[in-house]
């Protein structure tokens, strides 16, 4: 049974108790993606990732932020007492503690999800994670940084995401979620890259097409827009 935010473990007893990771934020939002979408849940964001993705919107969280204790970062975690923790990034995988902080948020009993790009190995981490992978599509820049060895490590309660800039992108991401059965592994979500392709276009060409993926929008941005934080 997952325990509630007032049973949670005490972060004081948690190990490695030397650890330490660079984050850019943490923060409580509105989930504005994946199939948690609407729930309350705090949000760490790493420092740093090795991708230039064409439309990234966290380019903030390249460099920067500040060097905190694992400990400490559950600390304030806890301080939010919401079930739902959200590890993204950047890159959150390209910090070596990334996957320690993980296994002790499941070890207090939050429901966790990981936003990964998807270029880095998700194979040895905790099972317990919901982690969310990035296919990068052509129109990313990032075509080549697809680790491909990750889908054979995903699970049902994992999700796999496509970013989609345009048309061409969404024959190449159909095309490779076909090549690949995603659908039989885990939930697929399609996302259009906000202010170039719209959502409503989107929605009709998986309409048409009968897939069997979720289009979303992100929440936090039509309620907020853009900037840190949200």
């Known amino acids: 049974m997952i325990q509630t935010s007032f049973e949670l473990v005490n972060p004081a007893y948690a190990s490695p108790e030397h650890g330490h990771l660079r984050i850019s934020e943490i923060f409580l939002s509105l989930q504005g993606e994946t199939s948690r979408v609407g729930l309350p849940t705090v949000f760490v964001r790493l420092t740093g990732c090795p ?44 910090q070596r503690e990334c996957p320690a902080l993980l296994k002790l948020l499941c070890d207090a009993g939050y429901s966790v999800s990981l936003e990964t790009s998807g270029a880095m190995d998700i194979s040895k981490l905790d099972l317990r994670v919901s982690r969310i992978v990035d296919i990068k599509t052509p129109g990313s820049g990032e075509l080549d940084k697809n680790r491909w060895s990750n889908l054979d490590h995903l699970i049902s309660h994992d999700e796999v995401k496509f970013v989609l800039c345009d048309k061409s992108d969404y024959e190449w991401s159909v095309a490779v979620m076909r090549e690949h059965e995603l659908g039989r592994i885990c939930p697929i979500l399609f996302s259009p890259v906000y202010g ?35």
């Open 51 to 94: 991708l230039r993705c064409h439309y990234c919107d966290t380019d903030y969280a390249f460099y920067g932020g500040r060097r905190i204790a694992i400990s400490a970062i559950l600390d304030e975690i806890a301080s939010y007492a919401v079930r739902h923790v959200t590890v993204t990034g950047g890159e959150p995988l390209a």
């Open 196 to 230: 170039s392709l719209d959502p409503a276009t989107l929605a009709e060409w998986v309409l048409r097409d009968r897939l069997p993926v979720r289009v979303q929008v992100q929440l936090h941005k039509l309620l907020w827009g853009e900037g840190p934080g949200r």
